[in-house]
């Protein structure tokens, strides 16, 4: 199987996830808590995607769609390119509220679709390119990219979870 094709369709599964978390939700209960401190459904896929649209237009060289776009109105947040999620306090989780389900899967498919585009490039020998030498060792865009898909993965599994807790 080709790379390309492999990565495509690991992230091409996850608009389908995405869709079974906020599908048919109110504002109000993509913004409910299961306790006090637990992430709410609309909060877990906002994260998930502002980490591969942060983490993709790193990649590309490219301005965030987050920022040159209306996205963050829409969530009730300013266009702050560094603002994804990581280490929010209860208060900054809670200011996530994005306007509906739409948005949710609108600006995923935005991003996604921008993921897809570098996707459907890449070869065997790209993934072996370091992309980000901070880390011990660097990090190779192969890496980079599995640890996308996880995360969003991970995020897309908790807002069903949730959801299947909504009163």
């Known amino acids: 199987m080709d ?9 091409d599964r996850l608009p389908e996830m995405i869709g079974e978390a906020v599908d048919g939700l109110t504002a109000d209960q993509l913004c409910w808590q299961p306790a006090p401190g637990a992430n709410p459904i609309g909060w877990l896929v906002w994260h998930l995607t502002r980490v591969q649209d942060h ?29 994804t999620g990581y280490g929010h306090t209860a208060a900054q989780v809670a200011a996530v509220r ?35 030498e901070r880390w011990d060792p660097p990090v190779t865009l192969g890496v980079r990219l599995v640890s996308v898909a996880n995360d969003d993965v991970a995020h897309a599994a908790q807002a069903a979870y949730v959801r299947g807790l909504l009163p």
Request: proline share 7%; no cysteine.
């Open 3 to 11: 790379v390309s094709d492999l990565l495509v369709d690991a992230f």
């Open 55 to 83: 983490h993709l237009s790193e990649l590309l060289d490219q301005d965030q769609l987050w920022v040159t776009g209306t996205w963050a109105h829409r969530f009730g947040l300013r266009p702050d390119p560094h603002d």
């Open 98 to 132: 994005p306007d509906g389900p739409r948005v949710l899967a609108d600006y995923y498919d935005a991003v996604a679709a921008r993921t897809r585009d570098l996707l459907r490039t890449l070869t065997p020998t790209d993934l072996d390119r370091v992309v980000d």
